[in-house]
C-alpha cells in the first residue's frame, strides 16, 4: 500500500507562491493518475487538479486555471503543485491522491489512497 506524505504548505502574501510536494513511499506511484483536492473547515473536499500517469495531461479547476501548475517525477514518486497568484480564497488544507485510474479524473471516488494534508493560508 503507497503512503502519501504532502509538504511546502505553509503562510503566504496575497500574490505570493507557494509549491506542494506529494512524496509516495511503500509502493511506486506506478501508473496511476495522481490529484489534489483541498477542504476547509465545513465544507467538503475539493478538487483542485489532477494529471495523468505519464503527465501528458493535466486538468484543473476552474478557479485555479492559469494560477496553478501540477506536475509529477514518476522516477523520483513525487507529485507536484505550483501555486501562484495565491488568493485568500485558495486557503485550505490540500491533499495529494492517488486514483485507481491511468486517466485524470475529477471523481473523489476514484481516489483511494490519501495523505495527511498540508495547510496553506494565504493572509497579509
Known amino acids: 500500500q503507497v503512503q502519501l506524505l504532502e509538504s511546502g504548505g505553509g503562510l503566504a502574501q496575497p500574490g505570493g507562491s507557494l509549491r506542494l510536494s506529494c512524496a509516495a513511499s511503500?509502493?511506486?506511484?506506478?501508473?496511476?493518475?495522481m490529484g489534489w483536492f483541498r477542504q476547509v473547515p465545513g465544507k467538503e473536499r475539493e478538487y483542485v487538479a489532477a494529471?495523468?500517469?505519464?503527465?501528458?495531461?493535466?486538468d484543473y479547476v476552474e478557479s485555479v486555471k492559469g494560477r496553478f501548475t501540477i506536475s509529477r517525477d514518476n522516477a523520483k514518486n513525487t507529485v507536484y503543485l505550483q501555486m501562484n497568484s495565491l488568493k485568500p480564497e485558495d486557503t485550505a488544507v490540500y491533499y495529494c491522491?492517488?486514483?485507481?485510474?491511468?486517466?485524470?479524473?475529477?471523481?473523489?471516488?476514484?481516489?483511494?489512497?490519501w495523505g495527511q494534508g498540508t495547510q496553506v493560508t494565504v493572509s497579509s
Open positions: 494529471i495523468s500517469w505519464r503527465g501528458v495531461t493535466t
Open positions: 511503500g509502493r511506486t506511484l506506478g501508473s496511476a493518475a
Open positions: 491522491a492517488r486514483s485507481s485510474r491511468t486517466v485524470v479524473t475529477r471523481n473523489i471516488a476514484d481516489f483511494g489512497s
